[in-house]
Nanobody, 116 residues
Framework: QVQLVESGGGVVQSGGSLRLSCAVFGDTLATKGISWYRRPPEKQREWIADIDSRGKTTYGGSAQGRFTISKDNVKNEAYLEMNDLKEEDTAIYYC??????????WGQGTQVTVSE
């Protein structure tokens, strides 16, 4: 069974940076892709970025040019480097693999709060 543990969130001022981490258990990033999502306050969860098994990345409009997704196949971890953060980036951030999504398993997420 997949388990996902997100960390690295916090409170940051507008224009600041954060690096989120995602530890994956029960799935292997060396042969799988992973995605980051976020749930802003009082809104639905939204997709941010993907990285596939070979390292190819895809970004949603809100992340393009500011966020970078990466993964470490040895550590079985994924990362989301976020720069030039804006108040609208305030959300709970989640990672997940296709297996986790199929099983409807999500981690606890990590809270990112961007202040003015």
């Amino acid at each position: 069974q997949v388990q996902l543990v997100e960390s690295g969130g916090g409170v940051v001022q507008s224009g600041g940076s954060l690096r989120l981490s995602c530890a994956v258990f029960g799935d292997t990033l060396a042969t799988k892709g992973i995605s980051w999502y976020r749930r802003p306050p009082e809104k639905q969860r939204e997709w941010i970025a993907d990285i596939d098994s070979r390292g190819k990345t895809t970004y949603g409009g809100s992340a393009q040019g500011r966020f970078t997704i990466s993964k470490d196949n040895v550590k079985n971890e994924a990362y989301l480097e976020m720069n030039d953060l804006k108040e609208e980036d305030t959300a709970i951030y989640y990672c997940n693999t296709a297996a986790g999504i199929r099983a409807k398993i999500w981690g606890q997420g990590t809270q990112v709060t961007v202040s003015e």
